[in-house]
């Protein structure tokens, strides 16, 4: 960031943005001064505002598709391993929530088919989410496609999360059954990102 604020008050775009030398100097050090601070605050046991922890890791898409027949990732231990050893502490996995439900994928997904439960579907979500966690990593489970609301295209939505009542019971119950299957984990080992990129969108299927 600090870098390219150079590059863009330096020679490379003097047309748009000319080289004005005391402001350039004054915005650096206001920079760096407030960089110091934050530093020292830290230094001196404080903390900066809402910190985050300095994860690092994968996106691991084993259960990104709403079909499990289309599955085109299998993560294996082996490489929870690799990422273990090479210093990584981090996984989320982004859920299609048909993809652990037992329903007729030959036809139109049906409000009532949401509540279809596959266990050995969930099962498998579970394992390798306590896997990595047995591992030492940190596993955010994210509802990538929850009931009645995807930002991609590509799969008929029975409903709309943001007007339907019975997608947002659909969802409570999604989470509840999460949250009891994770019950025995802290908030170091899992966390739940509820929902990707939510959004109002009128049409959930357009």
């Known amino acids: 960031m600090f870098t390219w604020t150079l590059l863009r008050n330096s020679q490379y775009i003097p047309e748009k943005l000319p080289m004005h030398r005391r402001q350039f100097v004054r915005d650096a050090g206001m920079t760096a001064l407030a960089s110091l601070a934050g530093i020292r605050a830290v230094a001196a046991g404080g903390s900066m ?3 985050l922890p300095r ?15 289309k599955r085109y990732q299998f993560t294996t231990v082996e490489h929870l391993q690799w990422m273990r050893d090479w210093g990584f ?4 996995l982004p859920m299609a929530y048909p993809y652990y439900l037992d329903i007729d994928r030959t036809t139109p997904i049906a409000p009532e088919d949401a509540l279809r439960f596959d266990n050995r579907r969930m099962d ?16 955010s489970l994210n509802l990538h496609r929850a009931p009645g609301y995807c930002i991609n295209a590509g799969f008929h939505e029975p409903y709309n999360l943001w007007k339907d ?3 947002r019971e659909a969802f409570y119950l999604h989470w509840r059954n999460w949250a009891k299957r994770f ?3 802290s908030p170091q080992q899992v966390s739940f990102d509820l929902l990707n990129e939510p959004s109002m969108r009128e049409d959930m299927n357009n």
């Open 124 to 139: 498998e979500i579970q394992q390798l989410a306590e896997t990595a966690i047995r591992m030492g990593m940190h596993v």
């Open 183 to 185: 019950r025995a984990f």
């Open 165 to 167: 009542a019975a997608a």
């Open 49 to 51: 505002p809402n910190p």
């Open 89 to 92: 502490d981090f996984i989320r």
């Open 55 to 69: 994860w690092k890791g994968f996106n691991l898409l084993d259960f990104f598709m709403p079909d499990p027949a």
